[in-house]
């Protein structure tokens, strides 16, 4: 299990709600980022802790992992880094993505808990 918390949210993260995406960043990412971003930081640093069928919280909110892209692991244990996409059917995934089921943008503030399980 992984947690982390959300340390800060980019100005134009709430315009990503009708494309259903989340783009995580840790707390290095660069100024330019920080506006399209949720940052956050780990309690315990990731290994391969997405994985087809696991579950990614947000708060008391779950979703299931249907696609890993090649990269988001790697991306996600150095960086921080992900892309979420909240659909209800899997398809092509970007290398650094995921894609998770159900659809519908998830609630959030500054202060929450990601738990990847």
Do not use: W
Request: proline share 5%.
């Amino acid at each position: 299990m992984v947690k982390t918390k959300i340390i800060e949210i980019g100005s134009m993260v709430p315009a990503f709600e009708e494309e259903q995406l989340i783009i995580l960043f840790g707390p290095k990412a660069t100024a330019e980022l920080r506006d399209i971003c949720l940052i956050h930081d780990f309690e315990d640093a990731p290994k391969d802790a997405l994985k087809v069928g696991g579950k990614i919280k947000f708060g008391d909110q779950e979703f299931t992992i249907d696609e890993v892209g090649s990269q988001a692991n790697a991306n996600f244990e150095e960086l921080g880094h992900i892309s979420i996409y909240f659909r209800n059917e899997v398809g092509d995934v970007l290398p650094g993505a995921i894609i998770v089921s159900p659809g519908g943008f998830p609630k959030f503030e500054v202060g929450d808990t990601i738990e990847v399980l």
